[in-house]
């Protein structure tokens, strides 16, 4: 089975960095998708960035240019830079890895909350 665990969130002015990690364990296949979703409260889950396996980055509009996303295959890990952190970036970041047979692996989340 595959687990997935998720690092670096914490508190964070508006304007600073975190980066985030999520690295894989367990049986540990090949991922066509690695990505993050969030979800703040009383909002629905939301995707944050998407990288496939030697393909092109999707990132959701409200942080294109703040955040890049990042993958270490041999490490089994993904990771997300965030800039320029707003309040609205205030959520639970979960780390999601798709098999090349279409399993679907998330992690328990890792919360971000910017705030002065």
């Known amino acids: 089975q595959v687990q997935l665990v998720e690092s670096g969130g914490g508190l964070v002015q508006p304007g600073g960095s975190l980066r985030l990690s999520c690295t894989a364990s367990?049986?540990?296949?090949?991922?066509?998708?690695m990505g993050w979703y969030r979800q703040a409260p009383g909002k629905q889950r939301e995707l944050v960035a998407t990288?496939?396996?030697?393909?092109?980055?999707n990132y959701a509009d409200s942080v294109k240019g703040r955040f890049t996303i990042s993958r270490d295959n041999a490490k089994n890990t993904v990771y997300l830079q965030m800039n320029s952190l707003k309040p609205e970036d205030t959520a639970v970041y979960y780390c999601?890895?798709?098999?090349?047979?279409?399993?679907?692996?998330w992690g328990k989340g890792t919360l971000v909350t910017v705030s002065s």
């Open positions: 999601k890895a798709v098999t090349w047979g279409a399993a679907e692996n």
């Open positions: 367990g049986r540990t296949p090949s991922f066509y998708l």
């Open positions: 990288m496939p396996s030697g393909g092109r980055t």
